[in-house]
């Protein structure tokens, strides 16, 4: 059956709606029941990012490069899940998923292992964060927000409280970064609001090219600010280790955050 021009491999529906898997041309997407694309991966090159967005994420790294405990809310495909442990050895992650639906087509048709550095909770991320927030502090030096529905982003990951609690949960020295969405440009405002002022404006902006993406980056409290020339030098690093263009992304960041960039690099 063709689908959002592709073969239409799965369907499923459950109580939030449409889960769809098409193929076209050597790659793999889900979808919410739209042509928009929730994750995508190369079939022969399973473990490699492919989406545009999902590779500007991982420019956190750029500033963050060995990350240790991880906290994920989203999972989709669970194709940054993949990168994550297939490059980190010594990395932990726990994703919040909402949908049992959609970890299920995660492991059964976009490869997501069974790992014991890996723990995937069904839930409310939002609420797992507030409840964690109310016990601990200072769990995670890297938390990675991609929750979607089909029309956009979930409005319980995008709010001044979320944010908070995520601050209370990152390491003084950690990052948060997230997944944004433009096209919905007031509730983009909004999310860009309560997400600087939770980190007291320590927060830079990476647009995705060609896309409706744009890829926020938050600063713990006691991240030391950066020297760009060492950040040149480990752009230059890593996009051979990992066959990303961290080049490219400080170069956008550099051109997009005039306002923030003495807040994150040295002068």
Known sequence: MQKYNGILVYQHHDEEGIIEVVDQSGERALHFGSDARQSSMLLGEPDRLHSRYAKAMMAALLFHPQPEQILMIGLGGGTITKFLLHQFAECRIKVIEFRRSVLKVARSHFGLPFNDRLKVKIGCGAQ?????????????????????HHDGMAAEISNALFFDNCHTLLKADGLLVINLWKTDAARFEEVCWNLQRSFDDRVVFLPVKNRGNVIAIAFGADKPRFAIKSLIDQAQQLELLYQLEFPVYLQDIRRHNHQNLHRVFKP
């Not at 797992?128 to 979607?148: F, G, N």
């Open 128 to 148: 797992h964060v507030l409840t964690q927030s109310r016990e601990y502090e200072s769990l995670y030096d890297l938390m990675v927000i991609d929750a979607y």
